[in-house]
């Protein structure tokens, strides 16, 4: 594979360890590399590729009154109730649906640091060169995503808890499904016997975490993007940032 080759990569600020973990996927689907980095060590790699789709998960920007403004304006009388409103359209949107998402406040102080982490990263790489998709023709491209509501999507329901052993097995399990090559998580089940579980031993090693279970999904969103543009859904408003989910249409509730 050489470094003109396209790759698909998921990215989410929210490391235990370093400021980011992120993963990478081919054009076939298969996984390259799934890791922790720092910020320099992040940037500097996506600074070497030529052709990429980046999906982070983090918002893309703050708030910018959309919401709030469309509330207040629906009902004049009882505005200030709505005082407090604040969340992006986008975020608005999936609540509606029934999809849990913190909302991204108007004030970039006022965000949680892995937001600030997200702003800064998304900030570097449109200096390298990066382009908000889609961008016809451009090499090097970047997109938002929310790893919950990706889920949410493709389960077409909500998922059990993210870091429970059951929660990561669907997690892995939809997206082996959909033809991401990584390992089938029903081996799990083959491997467990009696004495295993009677001594406490499970084959976790076969299944990824939560955490990298949120980049999968991010990269196999950014490979949908490209290769069956019409199969994803962008929801929100350009001025605050599109979240782009990996299936053609959403339900109405989930």
Known sequence: ?????????????????????????????NLLDIKEANTEDLVTYLTTLESALVAINAPSGVNRGLVKAALVAQHPIDGHKFRGVDIRLAEFELKQLGISISGTPAQPELCTSWMRSGFALIGMMKNRGYLAFPAADAPLQWLETHPHAAFCALLERAPFAGPTLEGRLQRQLVLHARGVRITDPMEFFEEITRFKLLNGILPLEAIYSSEELDVLVAAYTAWVADNQTESVTRIGDAQEGLITLPVRELKEEY
């Open 1 to 29: 594979m050489s470094n003109s080759d396209p790759v698909y990569i998921g990215i989410d600020p929210a490391s235990s360890h370093k400021e980011f973990r992120y993963s990478v996927l081919d054009r076939d689907l």
